[in-house]
C-alpha cells in the first residue's frame, strides 16, 4: 500500500462479538488488496483473526472471524475506496470499562488518533451488553452511561458527526442452559432509544442469526451476513443524513 494514500477508517469497539469468535476455517477466507487493519501503528493487509484479544489456537475462546471482514470487504467493492479497521473490541467487557478516562476508551482514542495520520475516520462499529444482561441494574443503566461515552469518544477524536453503529444481541442469547430472562431483548429495546436520542446512530438487527454451541458467541456464518447488515446499515444512516440536509 502506499502509505501517503488516505483511506477510510472505521473504529472496532465492544466486546467478544465485534472481535470476533467465528471460526475461522468455517468460512473463506476474504482476501481484498484494498481492505487493511492496523497493526503495530501501520496499516497491514487484512485477515483474520482482525482484532486477537485472546489468543488464536489455545483457550476456550479464540479469537477468529468477526463482523469487521465482510463489512470491509463490502464497502471496497461498493465504493472503490481503501477501508482501514481500527480492532479495539475486549471480550468479556461491560459498559463501565468502556467509560470515559477507562483504559479501553484511551486506548480506542490512542489507536485512532495513530490512523488518522493517514486515514480518516468514516464510522464507529460497536457490538457489546452481553455483559451488562447479568443484571436489571445494568441494562437499565445502559442508556445513560452509552450516550456519554458516546459523546465523549466523538469529542476526543473530534469527529462529532462521524456514524456510529450499535449491533442487536442475539435473540437466543444463553450461557449454557442459563436463560438470562428477558434482558437481552430490553437491552435490545435500549439500542433503539439510544438511536433515537443520539445524532447519526444506527441499530443493526440480529434477527435470524445463529450462535456456536457456547451460546454466546455468533458462529462464522453469522458474522459473514452479520457484517453485511452492519455495512447496509452504514450506508442507509449516511443516505438519511444527507437527505436531511
Not at 18 to 45: H, T, Y
Not at 169 to 196: C, K, M, Q, W
Not at 199 to 209: D, F, Q, T
Request: proline share 4%; aromatic share 8%.
Amino acid at each position: 500500500m502506499n502509505e501517503n494514500k488516505r483511506i477510510n477508517a472505521f473504529l472496532l469497539i465492544g466486546q467478544s462479538n465485534m472481535a470476533g469468535r467465528g471460526n475461522v476455517g468455517d468460512v473463506l477466507p476474504i482476501e481484498n488488496k484494498s481492505c487493511f487493519m492496523l497493526r503495530m501503528g501501520r496499516w497491514q493487509p487484512m485477515s483474520e483473526p482482525i482484532n486477537p484479544d485472546r489468543g488464536i489456537f489455545t483457550g476456550k475462546y479464540r479469537s477468529g472471524v468477526c463482523l469487521a471482514a465482510s463489512f470491509a470487504d463490502g464497502y471496497a467493492k461498493t465504493t472503490g475506496e481503501p477501508i482501514g479497521l481500527i480492532p479495539c473490541a475486549d471480550g468479556g467487557t461491560s459498559i463501565d470499562q468502556w467509560r470515559e478516562g477507562g483504559e479501553l476508551f484511551d486506548h480506542a482514542v490512542m489507536m485512532t488518533r495513530l490512523a488518522l495520520r493517514n486515514s480518516r475516520l468514516c464510522g464507529i462499529l460497536w457490538h457489546q451488553g452481553e455483559a451488562d444482561c447479568t443484571d436489571d441494574a445494568r441494562v437499565d443503566s445502559y442508556k445513560e452511561k452509552f450516550i456519554r461515552m458516546a459523546k465523549a469518544l466523538r469529542r476526543e477524536l473530534s469527529a462529532k458527526d462521524v456514524p456510529i453503529l450499535i449491533g442487536e444481541l442475539s435473540h437466543s442469547y444463553t450461557i449454557g442452559d442459563r436463560e438470562f430472562a428477558d434482558r437481552p431483548e430490553r437491552l435490545n429495546s435500549v439500542f433503539y432509544e439510544i438511536s433515537r436520542e443520539l445524532p447519526k446512530c444506527a441499530v443493526i438487527p440480529s434477527e435470524g442469526l445463529t450462535m456456536k454451541a457456547d451460546g454466546l458467541h455468533f458462529d462464522a456464518h453469522s458474522l459473514r451476513i452479520f457484517g453485511e447488515r452492519y455495512l447496509d446499515g452504514y450506508f442507509r444512516l449516511k443516505a438519511d443524513n444527507i437527505n436531511n440536509v
